[in-house]
């Protein structure tokens, strides 16, 4: 069954007014598409810099330890971690905490995207060739269309917003079992009750200007 066919039985299905799930639906096709037509226009998607002044970008080499926290899911950023245990775990996890923990590597640690998308091309069931070098470029900042660099998701921004009481964090990570709605978002700030988590990896404002300034580097280049 092609995107193709898809696309048109939907129109068949909701000639005049479609809800607002099928249209969401209707633009990730288009977005597969988009990212298959950079594929295939550019070979190398997962190993080049789609943007080719990125290859001056000056990328951080994490430490094993600092790479294995992000993999296990100990950043002791909970929407980051949260995911990337859920992602271990299941194979997959929601898109919104994708690009939230996409961000945490390639901004707040500022590792080169590469380490990112080869390890959720090795993780994920439902990894696609195209969409993942796709938006890990696009998250980066070196892809086609890509998000503006200075976009830096913030994860307790985002778990506070899209998981106020706490729900999703908890069921990946039993260490803030204890801990109330409000704490479980930042449990640096109750270390006690969050037996056994760890501290954050690096501060967000700092790990923030750093990767703003590494950009400003770039663009005047």
Known sequence: MSPFQIWHALRERFPRHAPADVGIFRSELGWRDFCWQLLYENPRLATENY???FDHFAWQTPSAA????WQQGRTGYPLVDAGMRQLWQTGWMHNR???AAASF???NLLADWRLGEAWFWDTLVDADAASNPANWQWVAGSGADASPYFRIFNPV???KKFDAGGRYLRGFIPELADLDDRAVH???KNPAAASGYPGPLVGLQESRERALDTYQQLEAK
């Open 51 to 53: 943007r080719r002044d």
């Open 105 to 107: 590597l390639v901004k």
């Open 186 to 188: 930042e449990p640096w």
């Open 66 to 69: 600092e790479l294995a926290a």
């Open 157 to 159: 921004a985002q778990s």
């Open 97 to 99: 905490v994708r690009m």
